[in-house]
Structures are given as C-alpha cells and as structure tokens.
C-alpha cells in the first residue's frame, strides 16, 4: 500500500507460509492494507471477457499503459472510490492469487543512480495491470519484471503471487532493478515496509527471478563490492535508518518471536533471517488470524493495553488497517472452493476473517458498497462502527468483540467443512448445482456475518450508554 500524498504514513504487513507447514499442505499468502480507516473497502467480482480494456489509465497516478483485451475474471479489495485500480488482493479464474502492495524503499544512494519514475508504474497500478493477464504465479513475476523495466517504477513496492503450484514474492529496487524469490516450502517469511531479501544466485531460476543487470548495475555505481563478499540485496538497495528500528524491525521481531520464540534477536539489529521455521511446526489460518492481530499483547509496548496512542513501536495490528486478507490455496481441490481469500475489514484485532471462494460470481450488494462517510448498508461500515466503538474503551469493550468474533470464525470454519463436503459431492456430475450452492453458501455466510456486528453494534452502544452515565450521574441528594 503507498504513502498518502503530503503523509508520513506507511503500510502494511505480510507474512507467507510454505506448504510443509500448514499441516494439510495448503499454502498461504498473508498482509494488512494499513493505511486509512476512512477509505471504505468495496469487494468487487470482475467478470472474464474478450472485450476488456485496451488501456490502463490511473486515477491516483500519472500511469498509463496498453492492455490485452482479453481479460480474466477476477475478484478484487479496491478502494471505494478507485474501482479499477487499488484492486489489492484475490484471485482470478486461471487460479492465480496476487496480493498488492508491500511498501518499501530504497536507498537514498541507489536512487541517484537510477531514480523512480513520475509516471512509471505506481503502487495502485500493479494490481489490475497484472493479475487479469497472467496464468501462473511465476508469469506473474515475469508480466510485473518486463514492466517494471519498461516503465520504470514511481516508488517501491513488495509484490506476491501464488498458485497451485508456487508462491513468489517480488521487491523493486529503485527505478528499474527487481529481485524476486520463490518461498521454501519449509519455511515461513514476514516483512514489513522494508526490503527483506538478501540472496540471489543467477544461475538458480527455479527459485530466483530478477532483472538482468541487477549485478552489474550495483557493482558498476558502487553499491556491491565482489572482493568484499557475496551480493546481498538488502545492503545494496534498501534504505535502512533510524525510522526502521520502531517501525519495521519491530514487526519482523515480534512476529519471529511469536512463531518461533526459541529464537532469540536483538530487536535493534537487522539480521533477522529471510525465512525462518516455526518451533510448534505449524502455521496455519487459525496462527495467522493471531499474528495479524498482534500488538505486543499484554507487554510494555502494548498501545491498547495501556490507552498509549503514542506508542512507538507500530504494532501488525492498527486501528487504520482498511482490510487484512490471507490467501489459501489447496491444490487438491477444485480451484472454486481450494483456493480462499479470507478478508477482515478494518482492523484485524477487533474483525472478523470472513472466507471468499475463488468460485463465486458475486458478493452481497453491502460488501460492494460504501465511501468514506459511514452508512447503515455498507458492510465495511458495519465492521468499523463496531471496532470504532470498542476503542472508546479498549480494554472494557474489545473482550466482547474477541470473544463474539472468535465464536464466530469457528462456527464458519465447520459450515465451510459441511459445505464443501456437499461440493464435492454434486461438482463432477451437476457442476452447475454445485456452483448455485457455493454462491448460496457465500451469501448467507457473508449476510449471517453482517447481522452479528449488527447485535455488537447494539450490544456496544447499550455498554457504553450506562458507563457514560455513571460518569455523568449529577442526581440529587
């Protein structure tokens, strides 16, 4: 996600896991959007169709670029009032998930000597420009590289694809340099508005994609030196300051050390590793929901814990937070209910993660709607009211969100074991009844969803009401 225009904000946080580590051999692909808790998230379906634009024109950048008129069919997380840009994350009907963007920046040193594109390819664009053209998650990379090197880059950015088959993750290095690297199956990765990668072997292309003159562009302008070791991408290319310690290295630590607590860091040093292994083995949907809800929970640097709006140290999970979605695919199913897009709206510690299937043709009418001003039939507003309320009083109203939310993750976690069960079932011989129940299946999960922040809402308000007047009792003798 960018930087706002004339802002210091930053955003996001992503966490990718390997097949061998979510305990069914699933793989997941996982960020928050941080950035703004006014700009209302609209989920949209784009059909497939032969007649698709044959230009990519930006409403919130200079970029503009040719497209195939063949487009794929698509769902997509964009802002509300950007419907064809911002897209975000989801699948499109080839199979393939992307996830857009990762903020990052590059060295102050690198850029002199190949600066970022005004007009070049901006964050917002790199989502509907790629996704509905590509067929696999390594053409993915490929379609986002060649346009990276053509256009140039207008900033810096962290970009993952996955399929059937693979995950990937790509970071831009300046104007029109990229590394992108295919993540292990055995390990897990996390970053956080910061370049993470640090190897890259040519020769490997089975697990390393990348410009072709990354090398020699580096050693030519003096950011790698080969007579003082090996390349390393991060040194080379990436800022690394003071800002990074409380806002990135945090992060990268506290989630690290929530997977993987018997490894001990200095949280002031950056050399935690790329990828690393979970001590219990395992990380799956129920792990991640945990880890994007995290906030130092419970320490010194716990801002709700300890009303600290002021804290220094930026927790994964923040107030501002428009969505947070965790991308699963499950290559032994069919791709219409195997691969999931599970998406909070707002912010993951006081949402809920609500499952979508790449097969469905359309969501209910208030997921799809809302801006930025709240309203009584927008889905996205019926999450924020509930999580604008609970902050009012973290710690006396957030426990009933958790515990009503927690409640109803695991009721949709059995409905989804049941329904796709009856999928099976009819999808080989009655593909169409099997397609009708999935949608029927997604509207009353979503709707079902929808009514529960309703009672919170009402639940939170009554709460809130009474404490209000305790304070304010002014009764007579």
């Known amino acids: 996600m960018v930087k706002e225009k004339n802002s210091n904000l930053s955003e996001c946080t992503t966490i990718v896991v390997g097949g061998d580590l979510t305990g069914d051999g699933s793989r997941i692909y996982a960020r928050s ?14 059909e497939e169709t032969e007649n698709g634009p044959e230009e990519f024109v930006a409403d919130d950048s200079a970029f503009r670029c040719p497209l195939p008129k063949h487009r794929l069919g698509y769902t997509a997380l964009p802002d509300y009032q950007y419907h064809h840009e911002w897209g975000s994350a989801g699948f499109n009907s080839a199979g393939v998930g992307e996830s857009s963007t990762e903020t990052i920046f590059s060295s102050e040193k690198a850029l002199q000597f190949d600066p970022y594109v005004a007009n070049g390819l901006a964050e ?43 995950t990937w993750y790509l970071e831009n290095a300046c104007g029109h ?25 040519p020769d490997d292309t089975e697990n390393y994609l990348a410009d072709k003159d990354l090398l020699t562009f580096a050693e030519k302008n003096g950011l790698w030196d080969p007579k003082a070791g090996k390349f390393d991408f991060h040194t080379a290319y990436s800022k690394d300051d003071i800002a990074d310690h409380t806002y990135n290295y945090t992060r990268v630590w506290g989630l690290q050390g929530l997977f993987t607590p018997s490894m001990k860091q200095d949280v002031n ?32 640097h716990d801002p709700y814990l300890h009303n600290n709006g002021h804290e220094p140290w930026r927790p994964v999970s923040i107030f501002r937070t428009t969505q947070t979605h965790l991308m699963q695919v499950r290559p032994w199913l069919p791709d219409a209910i195997g691969h999931i897009t599970y998406v909070a709206n707002g912010m993951a510690d006081l949402g ?31 999450f924020r009211k509930v ?20 409640k109803l993750e695991a009721e949709n976690d059995q409905r989804q074991r049941e ?32 009514e529960v922040a309703d009672q919170l809402t009402l639940e939170l308000f009554t709460r809130l009401t009474q404490d209000t007047m305790k304070n304010y009792m002014f009764h007579g003798a």
Not at 33 to 46: I, S, T
Not at 133 to 160: N, W
Not at 273 to 287: F, L, M, N, Q
Request: hydrophobic fraction near 35%; charged fraction near 25%.
């Open 387 to 406: 999580m604008t309320l609970a902050m009012t009083n973290y710690n006396a109203y957030a426990p009933l969100v958790k515990e009503t939310y927690a």
């Open 352 to 382: 809920v993660f609500l499952p979508i299937y790449q097969g469905i043709r359309h969501f209910p009418k208030a997921y799809s709607i809302g801006d930025n001003h709240c309203s009584d039939d927008s889905a996205y507003w019926k």
């Open 419 to 450: 329904f796709e069960a009856k999928y099976l079932e009819l999808y080989k011989d009655k593909p169409m009844e099997a397609a009708d129940l999935l949608q029927n299946f997604s509207d009353q999960l979503l709707n079902h969803a929808l």
């Open 33 to 46: 959007e941080d950035f703004d808790a006014m700009r209302c998230k609209n989920w949209l379906v784009f």
């Open 177 to 201: 340099h990229w590394l992108a690297c295919r993540i292990p199956n055995d390990k897990y990765f996390v970053t956080g508005n910061q370049s993470r990668f640090r190897d890259y072997d």
């Open 124 to 166: 917002n664009c790199t989502y509907n420009t790629v996704l509905p053209y590509i067929h696999t998650a390594r053409e993915g990379v490929e379609r986002l590289g060649a346009m990276i090197e053509k256009y140039g880059s207008a900033e810096g950015f962290g970009i993952g694809f996955i399929d059937n088959k693979e």
């Open 269 to 300: 040093v950056n050399n935690f590793p790329v990828y690393a292994k979970p001590d219990s083995g395992h990380i799956g949907i129920a792990e991640l929901r945990r880890a994007f809800r995290f906030h130092y929970d419970g320490t010194d």
